[in-house]
C-alpha cells in the first residue's frame, strides 16, 4: 500500500527513493522493486538497474532474474476426434508464444496409452515426411529442435496410435517444453471406439421352416474392455414378434432372459447379467422366430453395441422355407367316392406362410392316373385356358407360373385316376417351389369299382316246381 510509482523518463523508469526512505552509512537498506518483464523477453532478464544519490558515485546491479517464456497452444484433430481402435489420429497444434525459444523444443507424451512399439510422430504441414521420436524412461519424445516458437503462429502435426486396449477418452497429455519456457499440457480430445469379433460357435440348423425356433450361439472377443450398455439389437419386423427374442449363456432357452421390444428393435441388455465385452471373449446365446412371412434367406443380423463401441454386426446365415397347405374337392358336387375310370374335376386350395419366390411346380405320379387323359390344368372350372401337364421321369409335371401366397390360390385339375386302383386313391400332388418345404397332398378320394354278374350254367336246366336247382 506504500509502495509509489515509477516513472518514465526519456525511455527509461525513474523511481523517486528519496520520498520513501534515506541511505545511511553502515546501515542496509531494503528496497523492493515490482516490474513486470517484458512479454518478449526468454531467459537471462539482463536488465541493469543504477541507482543514483546527490554526492554519490552512481552504482549499477543486475539481478539474476531469468524470465521464463510462455506457450500458447490451440489444438484439434483432423478429420475427427473419434479414432477406431488399431488406428491412428491427427492432432493439429497451433503453437504461439510471446517470446522466442532458441533450444531444446519437445514434445512429449507418456507411452503407456499408446501402441506399443508404436511412438508419436511429428511433422509440419509442408513436409510429406514423418519424423519419428525417440523413447525415453518411458516416455515419446519428439525433437523439435529445427522449430523456433515466437509470436508467428507454428503449426505442427503429431500422429497418434492409441494403445488397442484403450476405450473411451484416452487421456494422453501432450507436454511442449523448450529451454526458459515453462511446460505447456495439452490433452487431444481423442476417443477411441472399440471393436469386436464376432464368431458364430453354435446354432440350429442353416435351413429351417417357418414357425420354428432359432439358436445363435455367437463369441465376443473385444479390442478393450467394455464399460456399460452391451446389448445385442435385432430388426422387430424380421421377427416373429409373438414367440419373443430372448438370450443367455447356454443352447437351453428355459434358463434365458427375455428381450424388450420397441416399435423397431428387440434389445438384449446383457448388461443386466454384468456381461462385459473384452478381449478374453464371451459366449452368447439368442433365441429368435424369424418372422412367418419370411422366404429365403432371412436378411437378419445381430448388431453388438456398448458404450464407445462400434457397432459390430454379423448376419444369422438362415434360410427360411416356407410352409404350403392345401385343401381339395371335387367339382361341383364335393364327392367323396367316385366311380372307376370317371373324368374327375378337382378343385384346389393353396396357401403359403409366404410369398413365394419362384419354382412353383405341381407333380402328379404317372402310375396313379389314367394315361388317356393324363392332368389337365386351369385357373377356372371351365378349363377356358388349360394346360396339359408333361409327362417327364415318369411323373405328369405341371408349371404353375404363380407364387404360393398367404392369400392362397386356387387351381382345377381334370384327370382320370388309374383303373387298376380300387378303394383309397393313390393320387398325390405333390406342391414345390424355391425355398419351399415340399408339400405331399392326397386327396380325400375312394375308387368304387363296378361288378358284372351273369351265370354261366344251372342245373336242371327247366327245373319243375318246388325242385332245387
Not at 133 to 140: K, V
Not at 386 to 415: E, H, K
Request: with cysteine.
Amino acid at each position: 500500500a506504500d509502495a509509489t510509482a515509477c516513472d518514465t523518463v526519456s525511455g527509461q523508469k525513474i523511481c523517486p527513493l528519496w520520498k520513501l526512505t534515506r541511505f545511511y552509512r553502515n546501515t542496509d537498506t531494503d528496497v523492493y522493486l515490482w516490474f513486470v518483464p517484458a512479454l518478449s523477453t526468454v531467459g537471462a532478464l539482463g536488465a541493469t538497474f543504477t541507482w543514483n544519490c546527490t554526492y554519490f558515485q552512481p552504482a549499477t546491479h543486475i539481478p539474476p532474474v531469468k524470465v521464463l517464456g510462455a506457450f500458447r497452444c490451440a489444438i484439434k484433430m483432423m478429420n475427427s476426434s473419434i479414432v477406431l481402435s488399431g488406428n491412428s489420429v491427427v492432432a493439429v497444434l497451433n503453437i504461439t508464444s510471446p517470446g522466442s525459444s532458441k533450444s531444446g523444443e519437445l514434445i512429449s507424451a507418456p507411452l503407456a496409452p499408446l501402441a506399443a512399439n508404436t511412438g508419436l510422430l511429428w511433422k509440419t504441414p509442408s513436409s510429406s515426411v514423418w519424423q519419428n521420436c525417440s523413447t525415453l524412461n518411458g516416455w515419446s519424445v519428439c525433437n523439435l529442435s529445427t522449430l523456433h516458437f515466437s509470436q508467428i503462429p507454428t503449426v505442427v502435426w503429431v500422429q497418434i496410435t492409441p494403445n488397442p486396449a484403450s476405450v473411451g477418452v484416452l487421456g494422453l497429455p501432450l507436454n511442449l517444453s523448450a529451454d526458459n519456457f515453462t511446460t505447456l499440457q495439452v490433452w487431444p480430445p481423442i476417443e477411441v471406439m472399440a471393436v469386436s469379433r464376432l464368431a458364430i460357435v453354435n446354432r440350429t440348423n442353416t435351413t429351417m421352416c417357418s414357425g420354428e425356433r432359432a439358436m445363435l450361439e455367437v463369441k465376443i472377443n473385444s479390442s478393450g474392455v467394455s464399460t456399460g450398455l452391451e446389448r445385442i439389437v435385432l430388426d422387430y419386423a424380421k421377427t416373429y414378434p409373438q414367440a419373443g427374442v430372448r438370450w443367455g449363456f447356454t443352447a437351453s432357452e428355459t434358463s434365458a432372459w427375455a428381450c424388450l421390444a420397441d416399435t423397431k428393435n428387440f434389445s438384449c441388455d446383457l448388461s443386466t447379467q454384468g456381461v462385459r465385452f473384452s478381449p478374453r471373449g464371451i459366449d452368447v446365446d439368442t433365441f429368435f422366430t424369424p418372422a412367418l412371412s419370411t422366404v429365403g434367406p432371412l436378411n437378419l443380423s445381430l448388431v453388438f453395441r456398448a458404450v464407445n463401441f462400434l457397432d459390430t454386426v454379423i448376419g444369422t446365415g438362415i434360410t427360411v422355407l416356407a410352409v404350403l397347405t392345401a385343401t381339395s374337392q371335387t367339382f361341383p358336387l364335393n364327392m367323396t367316392r367316385v366311380a372307376s375310370g370317371s373324368l374327375i374335376t378337382l378343385q384346389c386350395n393353396i396357401t403359403s406362410t409366404g410369398t413365394t419366390a419362384g419354382g412353383e411346380l405341381l407333380t402328379v405320379p404317372q402310375y396313379s392316373v389314367d394315361g388317356s387323359v393324363g392332368v389337365v390344368l386351369a385357373r377356372n372350372a371351365t378349363f377356358s385356358v388349360a394346360q396339359t401337364c408333361v409327362l417327364a421321369n415318369n411323373t405328369y409335371q405341371c408349371p404353375l407360373l404363380q407364387a404360393f401366397t398367404q392369400a392362397g390360390q386356387t387351381l382345377f385339375l381334370r384327370f382320370v385316376p388309374s383303373s387298376s386302383t380300387i378303394g383309397p386313391s393313390n393320387v398325390t400332388l405333390t406342391f414345390t417351389a424355391k425355398w419351399t418345404q415340399p408339400l405331399v397332398h392326397k386327396p380325400a378320394l375312394a375308387i368304387v369299382g363296378e361288378l358284372s354278374v351273369y351265370s354261366v350254367a344251372f342245373s336242371p336246366s327247366a327245373p319243375f316246381s318246388g325242385d332245387l336247382a
